[in-house]
């Protein structure tokens, strides 16, 4: 292994998002979604920016010439991060091109001013003075009006604009507002960008005025929180502070339109402290999170057909019955994969149930990213209003989401719940609810343990797995974890659980290196996020080298060079799509006691500040129709005739077989889901004494294809 075994971590993340731009550029994607993935690529680069590039630039200006574990210093890092984004960038402009012209040819249109009606003109004079105009402020610079402050991510519009009487020129920038529609729509599938508009009636901001030629311009700044959480006396109140000096960071972006001139990008360059090596020009449109709002467009035949999610088999058939979720729990675990089987109908359902029943004392729960509305901390908020002891663990410090989850804290608190911030030093990301109920028997516990976060929106297009067990064991466990959390304590010893960062690290080592010691009978199968670990990477070669298959299933970021592990049995690939996959998967052939396999599931990746700086929770999934539906997963996710991206031996990640519906792993996962709830309906042709657990069954399922086949169309 001559060549480093390790890639950096950043590039590797623009690696990602050239795959995410690739489903922009995919014809047999729906033109619509595909301008969804123009906004996502475009989003996932601004949060890029704001926090690995904004950290990067402190280390410089900080002095720090300290190498990443790949070798690399701050400063190469930058040089090389820009090389890469120019190329990502201009890849953008030329498919969003392309995108403009398919979508005019689907008879919409992306205007300009001047091919406007007669008719659109009128009613767009009439918009701008009555809609637009009271909005605008033009800020001009002169010796008494400074360089006005951009906030982030702002779109703006900068021209110079001279006085005729005395040639006096002077800068001035108009915001773009961010509460009027990028797109106006001016009826008949044609619309027209907010900035053309203004651009086109800047003299009106300027009366008496010549006015340059404008441009479009966009700052984006370092918004990492700096919290110390160990100095803190109140963290809700510090995070909020620290929220409000985000929207002050240094600059680390510019992106302006390839039309700006020399003078006009000097000079803002300067005012922003920033170097032309930081500039990132676009052919016409500046930002693209906003091309959100083409992908709402009501047109089906534009979008992905939609696809046929269920309710667990189990839950379904209670429901029927009118039995409860805590009676499915009694008679056995229950595993869900998510959104193929819905979130609402299993979590926030079970959150519900506990939330009005009159049987439960108490409810305990982790909310790391949580929606605006939604239904879990309502219901939360629910039972805490009548009598229930709610404990609520919100991680305040989770990116761009703690004005969400600062504004559900205090409601938790005004409702009485018992709120808490999680351990000094460490965040909260373990995924974890508690269910206290009183019955015959006494208290009885029930736990959930998800790999994704407790969020309805996200639940929607995230791809996750949950678990629901009342196994005494775990919940105790989850019990003795949220008493670690909330109380002052040493870290207790789990009888099941695998739990960062006391265990975490320690106990994937020794998974790793028991498979290594069965050599070519060894197999390792890990679904994650990320893999950026070197420790861990170090151990998954070693084990190769015995023999050991390792398969990495890594959607994110992949440290591992696979240069230099040619010939080694690892295999790596990445599965990108309509859901975006995230949940994490563990599964060694040999990983149990008596060497059988073992599977977990849990919150997290194999990444450092998942093993040493988080609270993480990975739970076994023990029941073998649960382990035969991950081991189908995997299955799926590697067959050679899947769509995927394979990092191949040179370490460039190469598309496996053209994209289509049917070579699709995650419409396939949908269909075989959906295939199996349908089995449920029918079983009783079969075998009367099978109940709805059959949706687990694959041998038996595999019985009744031929019978699928026929009546199941």
């Known amino acids: 292994m001559g060549n480093n075994l390790f ?268 170097d032309p090596e930081d500039v990132y020009r676009h052919e016409w449109f500046v930002g693209g999170t906003e091309l959100w709002q083409l992908h709402r467009i009501k047109d089906a035949k534009l979008h992905d057909a939609a696809w046929s999610l269920t309710t667990a088999g189990r839950l379904s058939a209670a429901s029927d019955a009118g039995q409860s979720f805590f009676s499915v729990l009694r008679h056995r675990d229950l595993m869900v994969h998510h959104p193929y089987e819905s979130f609402s109908s299993s979590t926030e359902e079970f959150i519900r149930q506990a939330a009005h029943d009159t049987s439960v004392r108490a409810i305990k729960a982790t909310l790391y990213r949580t929606s605006a509305d939604s239904p879990i901390a309502r219901n939360l908020v629910l039972a805490a209003e009548r009598g229930v002891q709610v404990v609520a663990l919100v991680e305040l410090t989770a990116r761009f989401d703690e004005q969400t989850n600062v504004a559900w804290a205090k409601e938790l608190e005004r409702a009485g719940a018992h709120v808490v911030y999680g351990m000094v030093g460490l965040k909260t990301h373990a995924k974890c609810i508690l269910v206290v109920r009183d019955e015959e028997s006494g208290l009885k516990r029930y736990a959930h343990i998800g790999t994704g976060n407790y969020n309805s929106t996200t639940a929607r297009i995230y791809e996750d797995i949950g678990y629901f067990t009342d196994d005494d064991a775990i919940t105790n466990d989850v019990s003795n974890l949220f008493n670690y959390l909330t109380g002052f304590s040493k870290a207790p010893e789990y009888a099941q659980l695998i739990v960062a960062p006391e265990g975490f690290r320690t106990h994937l080592a020794e998974l790793i290196q028991k498979e290594a010691t069965f050599g070519a009978q060894g197999h390792i199968s890990l679904k994650m996020n990320s893999l950026v670990d070197p420790e861990i990477i170090t151990l998954l070669v070693a084990a190769a080298q015995q023999g050991t298959s390792v398969d990495l299933l890594v959607r994110g970021i992949c440290c591992l060079n696979k240069a230099a592990v040619v010939g080694l049995p690892i295999r790596v690939r990445s599965i990108l799509g309509r859901y975006l996959e995230h949940s994490r998967i563990y599964r060694f052939a040999h990983g149990s006691e008596d060497n059988t396999p073992i599977h977990y599931i849990g919150s997290p990746d194999v990444m450092q500040r998942n093993l040493d700086l988080r609270i993480e929770v990975l739970a076994p999934i023990q029941h073998e129709k649960h382990q035969a539906w991950l081991d189908k997963v995997l299955e799926i996710h590697w067959a050679d005739d899947v769509s995927a991206f394979d990092l191949d031996d040179t370490n460039a990640w190469i598309r496996h077989q053209q994209p289509s519906l049917e070579a699709d792993p995650q419409y396939r996962l949908m269909r075989w889901a959906t295939d199996l709830q349908r089995v449920r309906g029918q079983v009783s042709k079969f075998d009367t004494d099978i109940t709805g657990e059959i949706v687990r069954d694959v041998g038996i399922v595999q019985r009744l294809l031929p019978w699928m086949r026929e009546h199941l169309r």
């Not at 008719?119 to 033009?138: A, C, G, H, K, R």
């Not at 108009?174 to 508009?197: C, M, Q, S, W």
């Open 7 to 274: 890639v950096n971590r950043e590039l590797s993340w623009l690696d990602f998002n050239r795959r995410v731009l690739a489903f922009a550029q995919d014809s047999s994607v729906p033109l619509l979604e595909r301008f969804k993935f123009i906004a996502i690529f475009s989003s996932n680069l601004d949060e890029f920016f704001q926090v690995r590039v904004g950290a990067l630039h402190d280390r410089v200006e900080a002095g720090i010439t300290q190498l990443s574990f790949d070798g690399m210093t701050p400063t190469q890092q930058l040089l090389s991060i820009r090389a890469r984004t120019l190329s990502l960038v201009s890849q953008r402009d030329e498919i969003l091109n392309s995108l403009i012209e398919e979508f005019r040819n689907e008879g919409y249109s992306l205007l300009t001013v001047d091919q406007l009606s007669f008719n659109e003109q009128q009613t767009l004079d009439q918009y701008f003075s009555e809609d637009i105009l009271p909005v605008l402020t033009p800020l001009a610079v002169d010796p008494t009006h400074p360089f006005p402050y951009i906030s982030n991510l702002a779109l703006s519009i900068g021209v110079l604009v001279t006085d005729p009487e005395t040639d006096t020129t002077r800068f001035a920038r108009v915001k773009v507002p961010d509460t009027i529609p990028r797109f106006i729509d001016l009826g008949d599938n044609r619309f027209i960008p907010l900035e053309a508009v203004i651009t086109d009636k800047l003299s009106l901001l300027f009366p008496g005025m010549k006015t340059g030629s404008p441009s479009v311009f966009r700052v984006t700044r370092n918004t990492d929180l700096s919290i110390d959480s160990e100095e803190a006396e109140d963290l809700l109140e510090m995070v909020e502070l620290e929220l409000r000096r985000r929207r002050f960071g240094n600059a680390v972006r510019l992106e302006v339109s390839k039309s700006m001139t020399d003078d006009v990008l000097s000079m803002i360059l300067e005012e922003l402290e920033l």
